[in-house]
């Protein structure tokens, strides 16, 4: 799940970051408000939103409509020190979902991440089924009739990509940027790494369908 964290406070975003990531978030910080507009600009696919109401001097909440417009599926959760009535009701209203005060219980604030994605996430129970390779969006497995493999999160996190819009062609430097976040320049090889391991438990399990790629424009699944 790609969480983008919209902070300047260092200290918090090393909390935070260690935090969400233990709770199965892929983070990707922003700190200030150039970085946001670049964002904005950029095919940057996010799940969910986590914004402080100021980046420096900067108020984030002029960036509210193009955010909700560019991401218009992903929940956003506003963090801030200023907690009125009017405040909430003036956020919620230029489209933010929720809105939590500082300062704040981390465990508060994972509970109403995870509240709002099941409002827009796939409902438990439901897979992904290409060709005979079924997907388990819950317990990340991939099977094929009675043969299953588990997959790791970031191997999960790309299979689940593809396979949600198959028709898609995703670049490595998409993948790199979906799944990895900024942690990702550390190994600019980890995508053809991942999607190796990946076709090898496909063909164990006896797959009808394998992620085919195409030079100078990226990876899908296909027969």
Avoid: C
Wanted: aromatic share 6%; no cysteine.
């Amino acid at each position: 799940m790609k969480l983008l964290l919209i902070e300047d406070d260092a200290k918090l975003i090393e909390h935070l970051n260690e935090s969400l990531k233990d709770h199965g978030f892929l983070v990707q910080t922003v700190s200030d408000a150039e970085g946001l507009r670049e964002l904005l600009r950029s095919m940057s696919q996010i799940d969910v939103i986590l914004m402080d109401r100021l980046l420096g001097h900067v108020d984030t909440k002029q960036f509210l409509p193009q955010i909700r417009q560019k991401w218009e599926s992903a929940p956003i959760v506003i963090l801030s020190a200023i907690s009125t009535p009017n405040e909430r009701t003036d956020l919620l209203n230029l489209g933010a979902d929720d809105y939590l005060g500082k300062p704040f219980s981390t465990q508060e604030l994972i509970a109403r991440l995870r509240a709002q994605l099941r409002k827009t996430s796939t409902p438990p129970g439901n897979y992904l089924q290409i060709g005979n390779l079924v997907i388990d969006l819950l317990k990340r497995v991939i099977s094929v009739g009675e043969r299953a493999e588990n997959l790791p999160t970031r191997e999960f996190s790309v299979m689940r990509t593809l396979a949600q819009d198959p028709e898609r062609i995703w670049s490595r430097d998409e993948l790199l940027d979906y799944v990895w976040g900024q942690s990702a320049g550390v190994d600019t090889n980890v995508v053809e790494s991942t999607i190796t391991n990946l076709r090898r438990k496909m063909n164990d399990l006896g797959a009808d369908v394998t992620i085919r790629n195409m030079r100078n424009a990226g990876y899908w699944i296909a027969k």
